[in-house]
């Protein structure tokens, strides 16, 4: 290639490499990082010395770090020329960024490969307004099946009194002689009539896809809340909030994977969230057995909240306690409605200013529950 040409290139690349919008980053075979650029920087929160003492997967979300390393294994040994998957970075403030993570393989004039080429496309307000669609259609569900157990009620009541209605007719027919002519009575006969189609056909739209619900699975309580302490482990760090994880690693509850783990993620990221700046601030969790329920006792020494005046609002929707710009008033009210879709229960007791307990009863997985185990670790995050 002529020089001219091979200037052209060199300064084409590193206009691309300075000023694009998306992340790049030149990563050598040990995983370091050589080079990044000012957009990778941004989105991850590190400075370009910090970038230079870490590998790969020091940044990396634990449970992506094997299919990366696999795939890079597949580029140094020449099966794939480049591959794209989408994972996990931890941002410096332990926030988690979803990229769209693309890389290829520089190799040298005799096939040697050399490092790799990097580039990142950040898709994490997608992936958090799908987890809004994902928990508002979760909620709909739900109202959709307590409608379901309303109308069963409703029509099975409606039946019962339509039964009564009609012996009550077949009386009159036989004590009152002529009774049949009358247009009163006839109306009423034809009421009825009427009323039991129209319960027939609202049993008809009530069994349609009728007891559709997910199967209830044997779940290990520590598993989850371990997972999900790690998850949030950097934050926690951040705020300098200690965890203090004292839950029973026998204990099985009766549920649904991905509500036990949005319901605890919801409850520590508040314990987080609502901390005291007065005070180093902690979260104990701890486990105890109630009759046939495991109770998963959540306790911290944050703002509390004034239950004289929220306590019949605190699981409502759209309703928030603290003066911050990113309460929604959307966790708790999802929370109870995980809580109760498995058959638990969730109760709290705050002071302003000391703390907050919560505790989520969870139905216990007996030894001989037919529900499968399953670990956190195995859910598609």
């Known amino acids: ?200 056909n609202l049993n008809e739209v009530r069994n349609s896809d009728f007891g559709a619900q997910e199967q209830m699975l044997s779940l290990n309580l520590r598993e989850f809340v371990d997972n999900a302490i790690y998850n949030i482990n950097a934050i926690a760090l951040h705020e300098k909030c200690d965890i203090v994880n004292q839950v029973s690693a026998t204990l099985n509850v009766l549920g649904i994977p991905v509500y036990l783990d949005s319901i605890i993620l919801n409850l520590l990221t508040n314990a987080i969230k609502y901390s005291s700046k007065d005070r180093r601030s902690y979260v104990q969790l701890s486990s105890m057995v109630i009759d046939d329920f495991v109770v998963l006792e959540v306790n911290d020494n944050g703002l509390g909240i004034d239950m004289d005046v929220h306590r019949h609002e605190l699981f409502q929707f759209k309703k928030t306690f603290h ?18 879709s498995m058959g638990g229960k969730i109760t709290v007791e705050s002071r302003v200013n000391v703390g907050t307990t919560f505790k989520v009863f969870f139905k216990r997985a007996s030894l001989g529950s037919k529900g499968l185990k399953i670990m956190p670790h195995e859910l598609e995050n």
């Open 1 to 200: 290639m002529p020089s001219h040409l091979v200037t052209i290139k060199d300064t084409l690349f590193e206009n691309i490499f300075n000023h694009a919008p998306n992340g790049i980053a030149v990563m050598g075979l040990d995983f370091r990082w050589v080079r990044v650029n000012q957009s990778l920087m941004d989105l991850l929160g590190y400075s370009e010395e910090e970038f230079y003492t870490m590998t790969f997967p020091d940044i990396t979300h634990k449970d992506d770090i094997g299919i990366d390393k696999e795939q890079l294994g597949q580029l140094l040994n020449g099966d794939i020329d480049r591959y794209q998957i989408e994972k996990r970075y931890f941002h410096k403030t332990g926030t988690v960024i979803w990229v769209i993570l693309s890389v290829s393989v520089e190799v040298s004039k005799d096939g040697v490969p050399r490092y790799f080429i990097i580039q990142t496309d950040d898709v994490t307000r997608q992936k958090e307004m799908l987890k809004q669609v994902t928990a508002i259609t979760t909620i709909a569900n739900i109202q959709n099946e307590r409608l379901k157990d309303f109308a069963h009620i409703a029509t099975h009541d409606l039946r019962t009194h339509l039964g009564n209605l009609g012996m009550i007719t077949d009386f009159m027919k036989e004590e009152l002689q002529g009774i049949e002519q009358n247009g009163n009575f006839m109306m009423l006969k034809e009421s009825l009539s009427q009323l039991e189609s129209t319960i027939s």
């Open 323 to 340: 003066q911050r710009a990113d309460s929604r008033g959307i966790g708790l009210f999802i929370t109870k409605n995980h809580v109760e």
